[in-house]
């Protein structure tokens, strides 16, 4: 069994960063496997926001490419996605993903313009 543990979101204004964070727990491969960031925004479908494998580089959606930055950290089994230049669509419940299969519970990301 996977664990995924997020965290970071929270309430910012337009132009502002947020980090979030999310640790893989259980049955996992962490450094052979795609750890990736996705959204979902109200009344929209979820979407892949970045993902990142080991021996690969970064993956980015290009509504977030030159804001969003993500990153592993393989000796704590955390995946980061630093977020800058926030917008107000960037709003939404962030889900972090092991090799898209297992999903966290989300982190609530609101942006006021």
């Known amino acids: 069994q996977v664990q995924l543990v997020e965290s970071g979101g929270g309430l910012v204004q337009a132009g502002g960063s947020l980090r979030l964070s999310c640790t893989a727990s259980?049955?996992?491969?962490?450094?052979?496997?795609?750890m990736g960031w996705y959204r979902q925004a109200p009344g929209k479908q979820r979407e892949m926001v970045a993902t990142v494998r080991s021996g690969s580089g970064p993956n980015y959606a290009d509504s977030v490419k030159g804001r969003f930055v993500i990153s592993r950290d393989y000796a704590e089994n955390t995946v980061y996605l630093q977020m800058n230049s926030l917008k107000a669509e960037d709003t939404a419940v962030y889900y972090c993903?092991?090799?898209?299969?297992?999903w966290g519970q989300g982190t609530p990301v609101t942006v006021s313009s």
């Open positions: 259980g049955n996992i491969i962490f450094r052979s496997v795609s």
């Open positions: 993903s092991y090799g898209g299969t297992h």
